[in-house]
């Protein structure tokens, strides 16, 4: 049985970008790790965790899945200690657990948890570039050197911090989203300093997309993009191509596309983002999201803003798939008992 404590912060670039003091630190006043323990009183994982203060609220986030610590943590094992986690929380007075941000996929969730399927994919940057060339969608390929043909150009750097936040603020508008001001935008980018990457792809001096790409030794993550209304055909792909490449040359294992929807619908936006990712050759990372009520009163209070600020959180709009795969699970057995 393992159980959680907290430990002091002791991050190394061989661990997620997320899980350092840096990025903690610049999206919440209080934030910490959370220890496994094992019944022997040895550390079996990590949780790095972030409080976030809204009116009335006292809300937990975790920012990266659960980080086993000196080898193989069994999901079983993993599930006991996050069901700790909630009990550690509890007593922490917070109000409830939030979903996790979307790079984080967890492999299962506490008992108490309202869980949903989420998933991202991943690239091996341990491999040659031909291979991770082969690797890539024909369709891709195509587009990639069609950009490079009519001239786009991938840059990499600070001064392009204004026009990558109106490019990410246009995209998520045309979704009805909002995204950070840019003082907020700057200091984001401030405090994690030289482990963040910003990426411009340009045609004839004009911007048509861009990418910020939060990394370390362990991962580089494709946090947030934005693109021209009307793209150059291809100058995203090609960004994305030169990006993989970069992180490569420095060391990095993995390039983590963020984030997609299992199962999406057929034609749908969610679609068209999971056949864009897919196609650069990573392998699916599946598992759950979550949340869980703590206060049960602020909890229903969290879930009726999330519904009318955009119809419900991303556990809300994606629950039922999980419960949809239960059903068919218990049809499976009923009629292989018939």
């Keep these: ?14 661990l997620s970008i997320y899980a350092s003091e840096a990025f903690l630190k610049s999206v919440g006043n209080e934030y910490g790790w959370l220890g496994g323990f094992d019944e022997n009183g040895k550390l079996r994982c990590v949780l790095p965790y972030t409080i976030v203060r809204k009116p009335f609220l006292r809300m937990v986030r975790f920012r990266v899945e659960t ?15 996050l069901n700790s986690v909630i009990r550690y929380v509890r007593k922490c007075k917070a109000d409830l657990v939030i ?23 991943v690239v091996d940057l341990r491999q040659s570039e031909n291979t991770l060339w082969d690797n890539l969608h024909s369709k891709h390929r195509n587009v990639i050197r069609n950009a490079k043909h009519k001239g786009v150009t991938i840059c990499e750097g600070r001064e392009y911090a204004q026009i990558a936040r109106q490019l990410i603020c246009e995209t998520l508008g045309r979704s009805k989203l909002g995204f950070l001001g840019q003082d907020e935008f700057d200091r984001a980018l401030t405090a994690l300093g030289p482990n963040v990457k910003l990426f411009v792809a340009k045609h004839e001096g004009i911007v048509q997309g861009c990418a910020v790409i939060p990394f370390s030794n362990h991962s580089a993550y494709y946090l947030y993009g934005g693109s021209a209304a009307q793209p150059l055909t291809g100058a995203m792909n090609l960004l994305q191509w ?13 390039y983590d596309f963020v984030g997609v929807r299992i199962n999406p619908a057929p034609g749908s936006k969610q679609e068209g ?66």
């Design 99 to 121: 979903p996790a941000t979307t790079n984080t996929i967890f492999r299962t969730y506490p008992d108490q948890a309202v869980a949903a399927p989420y998933g991202s994919y």
């Design 1 to 14: 049985m393992l159980s959680a404590h907290s430990i002091p912060i002791a991050w190394y670039p061989d």
């Design 67 to 81: 980080i086993p610590v000196d080898g193989i943590l069994e999901i079983e094992e993993e599930k006991q200690f």
């Design 242 to 254: 030169e990006a993989m490449l970069y992180f490569r040359s420095l060391g990095v294992v993995r």
């Design 273 to 338: 983002l999971q056949k864009f990712k897919q196609r650069f050759g990573g392998q699916l990372v599946s598992g759950y999201i979550w949340k869980c009520a703590i206060h049960p009163l602020k909890y229903r209070l969290y879930c009726l803003a999330a519904h009318w600020r955009s119809g419900g959180d991303i556990v809300d709009k994606e629950r039922h798939k999980l419960m949809d795969a239960s059903l068919r699970a218990v049809g499976k057995v009923g009629n292989s008992t018939q």
